[in-house]
């Protein structure tokens, strides 16, 4: 197994920040993290796993052991009428897992279609795009658990899944590794386009009776004329959550702004578009330094090149005590801050 120390990770956090980690290693399964995490020279220091780095801020170099995700393979492990389940190694790119659970005729992620990053991830903030969250096709997953080293099965319901949030998150934070994640597909094409970007897209593409193919190519359009490459500009995504508030909270704010967009949230909460908020305050297109909000999309924090962590950080509490000053809102950053 290669250690190496004190190594650059700029290729492997897509904000392409310049940082180092004091040790960087791969593993690919049970066995080789279990020798990596017995090794002495990394006891007692911080241990962290990275997968594609597309949702991580690293605001310094990082002062002990990253462990970068390598666990490969996808089978269909069980078939039961409609339902298949299909396991995928936690290393597995995510995007090329959609494509090819759509090659193979097994629906379900056509709506998460392009999103950065590895299946591992996945759960840990139940990503979700367009009218679809991961929780809605979730069936399984093994982690490993660090202090100990047993595997341990979550169903969704372990998993506490919520608006980008799981129990990985929250009470189960780093105490496992997750290793692969099986999804409960379905075998009959039934798409989900009740997300209205994807009625217009599909729309303007005169698609009437749109297969989970053309769903994903809808998405992959959408995708592809708002959000910024990472290979071209820095970014790990929508910087913020959408903020969840009290019905009376919403109220207030319609009042003096009818157009805010508002989505129901359940338990008498309204879901606001935090990028509309930015957007409101000024900061939209607005450069600050090596950073800024992205031109197409308020939300998307950018590195133009050169930024530090820290400069990014900075100027996300700037954008947070914009919205809070002239909406009363708190925003809470999304991404995973190092
Ligand atoms: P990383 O950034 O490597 O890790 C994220 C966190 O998970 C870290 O805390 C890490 O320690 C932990 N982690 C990673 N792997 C494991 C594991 N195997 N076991 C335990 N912990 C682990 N997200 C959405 O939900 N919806 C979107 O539409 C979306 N669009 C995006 C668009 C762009 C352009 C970008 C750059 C990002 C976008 N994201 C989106 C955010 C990001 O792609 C997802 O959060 C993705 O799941 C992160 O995967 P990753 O492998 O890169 O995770
Ligand atoms: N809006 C603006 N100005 C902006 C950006 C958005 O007014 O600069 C408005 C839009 O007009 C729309 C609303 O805000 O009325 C919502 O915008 P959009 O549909 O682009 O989605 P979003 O809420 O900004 C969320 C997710 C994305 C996901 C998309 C599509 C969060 C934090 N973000 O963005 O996920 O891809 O919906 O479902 O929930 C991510 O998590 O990293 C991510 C990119």
Not at 55 to 66: A, C, K, R, S
Not at 143 to 149: K, R
Request: proline share 5%; glycine share 10%; charged share 25%.
């Amino acid at each position: 197994m290669t250690v190496l120390e004190n190594t650059s990770i700029k290729h492997l956090n897509t904000f392409g920040i310049e940082a180092k980690a004091r040790f960087l290693a791969h593993f690919t399964g049970p066995e080789s993290l279990g020798k990596l995490l017995a090794d002495p020279r990394f006891e007692g220091l911080p241990k962290m796993i990275l997968g594609g780095g597309s949702n991580v801020l690293f605001t310094e170099d990082y002062p002990g052991l990253i462990l970068k995700n390598e666990v490969k393979g996808i089978e269909a492990v069980r078939e039961e009428g409609d339902v298949v389940l299909v396991k995928a190694g936690a290393g597995e790119n995510w995007h090329e897992f959609v494509s090819y659970t759509l090659n193979h005729g097994w629906y379900g992620l056509e709506n998460l279609s392009l999103i950065p990053g590895n299946v591992g991830a996945s759960p840990m903030q139940n990503i979700g795009a367009y009218g679809t969250e991961i929780k809605d096709i979730f069936h399984s997953l093994e982690a490993y658990e660090i202090s100990g080293g047993a595997v341990k099965i979550f169903d969704a319901e372990a998993c506490r899944f919520g608006y980008r949030e799981s129990v990985f998150k929250r009470a189960l934070k780093g105490r496992y590794i997750i290793l692969n994640v099986t999804f409960a597909l379905s075998k009959t094409p039934r798409v989900n386009t009740r997300y209205g970007a994807i009625t217009a897209e599909l729309e303007k593409a005169g698609i009437t009776d749109p297969t989970p193919k053309d769903v994903s190519e809808a998405v992959i359009r959408i995708r592809q004329s708002k959000l910024p490459d990472p290979a071209e500009l820095g970014n790990a995504g929508s910087f913020f959550k959408n903020p969840v508030v009290p019905e009376e909270v919403f109220k207030r704010l319609q009042k003096e702004w009818p157009e805010i967009p508002n989505y129901p949230a359940g338990e008498g909460r309204v879901k606001l578009a935090a990028g509309w908020l930015i957007e409101k305050t000024g900061r939209k297109g607005k450069r600050t330094g090596n950073c800024g909000m992205h031109k197409m999309q308020a939300l998307v924090l950018v590195n133009y090149g050169g930024a530090k962590g820290k400069e990014i950080y900075d100027l996300s509490a700037a954008v947070k005590k914009d919205v809070y000053d002239m909406f009363g809102v708190e925003l809470e950053r999304e991404v995973n801050i190092l």
